[in-house]
């Protein structure tokens, strides 16, 4: 990670780069530097981060579950910590895909996308990472042994959590199918068809 860091600079002065300077940290509101260069904001849209991270912690928060039910049926403790160690990655990704997608948000609704829908997103990631998170507390407080009460918050938490996802992952879907959201017009206009 200290290697990542001492590539990623985002002073102004160090490389003499043209608008305003950036303010701290590597995320700003005049994009991403790497090496000196400036990947911009406008170049995230060329190159959509958001759709690529967020497919991971769809996939991890799902599987955790899965594992966790599979140990609860099974008794089978590394089942268990399979869905543990799935949740945590579930969750370091979505704070990830959730990054890039604040990123990029103005951009999106500066195509045309309409706030309310972008806002309706954004309201249902946040309040699904939240919902993971307090998953993993009771996760981290259960470690061993699940009496019927634990099983039960447990499966309620990770149903409402699951449920929540599914609705994230439509309204995301709404933003680039409905309302074309980071889609790029072709660059050649396919061919007419006899």
């Known amino acids: 990670m200290s290697l990542f860091l001492r590539q990623v600079t985002v002073k102004r002065t160090h490389y003499r780069l043209r608008g ?29 981060f958001h759709p690529l991270t967020v ?8 599987t955790s579950v899965f594992f966790d039910l599979l140990g ?9 910590q399979t869905g543990w160690w799935l949740l945590i990655l579930g969750l370091i ?20 996308v309409p ?5 309706r997103h954004e309201t249902f990631a946040i309040v699904t990472m939240i919902v993971f998170a307090a998953l ?23 149903m409402a959590g699951l449920l929540l996802l599914g609705i994230t ?7 680039v199918y409905r309302y074309g959201a980071g889609v790029q017009s072709p660059a050649v206009p396919p061919p007419a068809h006899p």
Do not use: C
């Open 136 to 158: 993993a507390v009771i996760r981290w407080r259960i470690r061993s042994t699940w009496s019927a009460r634990e099983r039960v918050l447990y499966l309620s938490v990770a």
């Open 20 to 48: 305003p300077p950036p303010t701290a940290g590597i995320f700003t509101g005049t994009g991403i530097y790497w090496r000196g260069r400036p990947i911009t904001t406008e170049a995230s849209m060329t190159h959509p």
């Open 72 to 80: 609860m049926a099974t008794d089978n403790k590394a089942f268990r």
């Open 169 to 175: 992952g439509f309204y995301g879907g709404e933003l």
């Open 55 to 62: 497919h991971f912690p769809i996939a991890l928060l799902f």
């Open 93 to 112: 990704g979505g704070g990830v895909a959730a990054g890039f997608g604040f990123w990029t948000e103005e951009q999106v609704e500066a195509m045309g």
């Open 115 to 119: 706030e309310e829908a972008v806002d």
